[in-house]
């Protein structure tokens, strides 16, 4: 089985910082892309960044300059550093890994539960 575990939500004033971490364990032979999404109360889902196994990155133009995306390959991590908060960064931000398990041939997106962001102004 598979997992996506995440940590380090919390609640913080606006201008603060927070690092949420992922981690993705269990019968997993390799993961493509990483990244993270959030969403808000009454708002869909959206992507917030995304980082491939190469490094490379993308950002939600709301976030630009703000948060920053990395990954650790050998521990299977990928980590969202997010500064200068603002209120309307509140929401509940989900881990996503594009990955291919032990028990397959192909490559499937698995999630983590969420962590709760909360930007007080």
């Known amino acids: 089985q598979v997992q996506l575990v995440e940590s380090g939500g919390g609640l913080v004033q606006s201008g603060g910082s927070l690092r949420l971490s992922c981690a993705a364990s269990?019968?997993?032979?390799?993961?493509?892309?990483m990244g993270w999404y959030r969403r808000a109360p009454g708002k869909e889902r959206e992507l917030v960044a995304v980082i491939t196994s190469g490094g490379s990155t993308n950002y939600a133009d709301s976030v630009k300059g703000r948060f920053t995306i990395s990954r650790d390959n050998a521990k299977n991590t990928v980590y969202l550093q997010m500064n200068s908060l603002k209120p309307e960064d509140t929401a509940v931000y989900y881990c996503?890994?594009?990955?291919?398990?032990?028990?397959?041939?192909?490559?499937?997106?698995?999630w983590g539960q969420g962590t709760q962001v909360t930007v007080s102004s």
């Open positions: 269990g019968s997993i032979v390799s993961i493509n892309a």
């Open positions: 996503n890994a594009n990955l291919r398990p032990s028990y397959g041939i192909n490559y499937y997106p698995y």
